[in-house]
């Protein structure tokens, strides 16, 4: 009977471990035309991506999880979770028909109205924000108030991990007030509620993931975009953008300041240790990171000899944090 106890627990220890056991999948979408489908979103449980411009895209899911494919303009398929993923979409007549994609320079000019919004003008929460005045400005602006120069695709989480994306729905994040702004038609904007969206990832042009998450241990008004990860450390960047209007002076002899406004990006990292969950605010400078990966100096110090010609910048960083989590 012992025998028998022993070799049931046994089983269910090795069937928890083997269902938690995460793949990678590797796979593409096309259309049922045969062509490759761009910005295709792929979701699994707790995980998402879309699918880049050869139809292509990567991702890590539980074995026993399904996975739900979903593109404007094609019907929503699901699919098991498989190593090596082929995935057809049938196309959506209806969508097609009634459905016109807005024009790429309405999302280009939607945004160069809020470049243009004076910094100090509050927006209402939740609330339409595509009517308000716009503040215009003859002179060159240098910067961006916005991470990205036009809406890009990607997905928001919520407190309790249920990931949220419709196929129309695009996004950008204002660096100033830590706003993250969704919209689905381009006319109508709303913001993202922090104490509903815990993290969100946003795709560029070149579909490059920007993770960002709400990290309370450095701020309480911020997203903080998450650089590197494993399992000893994070690397935290939080974007402190402000607005410097023009300073330009000038005597007819000398002159000084600029004759531009600008927005100036400040940032700030952090290092968050999992092994005894604490945030430390680190320097780009050999000193300060040394310090902060003191337990780990031997790793550090063969990172180090390897990158000694290397600008110690944020590439750097994250291969740093890359390494030492290895």
């Excluded at 935290?236 to 000398?254: D, E």
């Amino acid at each position: 009977m012992k025998k028998l106890i022993l070799s049931a627990l046994l089983f269910i220890a090795f069937y928890s471990i083997a269902s938690a056991q995460s793949i990678t999948i590797s796979g593409t979408v096309k259309s049922d035309q045969g062509y490759p489908v761009h910005s295709a979103f792929i979701k699994s449980d707790n995980n998402a991506t879309y699918s880049d411009s050869t139809g292509h895209f990567t991702l890590i899911a539980n074995p026993s999880s399904k996975i739900t494919i979903n593109c404007n303009g094609y019907n929503d398929t699901q699919a098991d979770a498989t190593a090596s993923l082929q995935v057809v979409l049938k196309t959506n007549t209806a969508a097609v028909i009634n459905k016109t994609p807005p024009a790429k320079s309405d999302a280009g000019l939607l945004l160069a109205a809020f470049n243009n919004q004076h910094p100090g003008d509050d927006i209402n929460r939740g609330k339409t924000i595509g009517g308000l005045a716009v503040f215009t400005s003859t002179k060159q602006t240098a910067g961006h108030r916005f991470l990205f120069t036009q809406w890009v695709h990607g997905y928001m989480v919520k407190t309790n991990g249920d990931i949220i994306q419709t196929p129309s729905m695009l996004f950008n994040y204002d660096k100033i007030k830590g706003d993250l702004y969704i919209t689905e038609d381009l006319n109508n904007v709303n913001i993202a509620d922090r104490n509903t969206i815990k993290s969100f990832v946003l795709f560029d042009a070149h579909d490059q993931p920007y993770r960002f998450e709400r990290v309370l241990g450095i701020s309480n008004d911020m997203y903080s975009q998450l650089i590197s990860s494993g399992n000893k450390y994070k690397i935290y960047k939080l974007i402190a953008t402000k607005f410097v209007p023009s300073n330009y002076q000038s005597n007819g002899i000398s002159s000084t300041g600029n004759t531009y406004d600008e927005f100036v990006d400040n940032n700030v990292y952090y290092l968050f240790n999992l092994k005894n969950n604490s945030f430390q605010q680190i320097a780009l400078k050999k000193k300060a990171l040394k310090e902060a990966f003191v337990d780990e100096s031997a790793k550090f110090n063969a990172f180090a000899s390897d990158h000694a010609d290397d600008k110690i910048d944020e590439s750097y960083l994250i291969g740093l944090g890359n390494a030492m989590n290895e």
